[in-house]
């Protein structure tokens, strides 16, 4: 019985990170400025970043927690990189 709840509960969430990665990708494209993509792209590092440990969840293997792992850490990058440029013109003074 909690075997199936599990699975429904995975295949749920798994369905509705799918919908944000969605959202996100709308905000990344339509975005009316830049501060709106670099956010969209934060929400869709992180609704992958997500996805991937429902993965590895579901398949019981680690690799999947470390490619989530590396995402986050190279999405954090990432946004704080850009939102520098917006700010200042340039990443490293």
Same mark, same amino acid.
């Given at each position: 019985?909690?075997?199936? %709840?599990?699975?429904?509960?995975?295949?749920?969430?798994?369905?509705?990170?799918? !919908?944000?990665?969605?959202?996100?990708?709308?905000?990344?494209?339509?975005?009316?400025?830049?501060?709106?993509?670099? !956010?969209? &792209?934060?929400?869709?590092? =992180?609704?992958?970043?997500?996805? &991937?440990?429902?993965?590895?969840?579901?398949?019981?293997?680690?690799?999947? *927690?470390?490619?989530?792992? =590396?995402?986050? %850490?190279?999405? *954090? =990058?990432?946004?704080?990189? !850009?939102?520098?440029?917006?700010?200042?013109?340039?990443? %490293?003074?």
């Amino acid at each position: 019985m909690s075997g199936e %709840i599990l699975f429904w509960s995975l295949l749920l969430s798994q369905f509705l990170l799918g !919908l944000a990665m969605v959202a996100a990708t709308y905000r990344m494209i339509r975005g009316p400025r830049a501060q709106d993509r670099i !956010l969209g &792209l934060d929400a869709f590092y =992180v609704a992958a970043m997500l996805m &991937l440990v429902l993965f590895g969840i579901r398949m019981g293997t680690s690799v999947y *927690f470390e490619a989530a792992l =590396v995402i986050g %850490i190279l999405g *954090f =990058v990432g946004t704080v990189a !850009l939102a520098k440029f917006l700010m200042r013109g340039e990443v %490293i003074e």
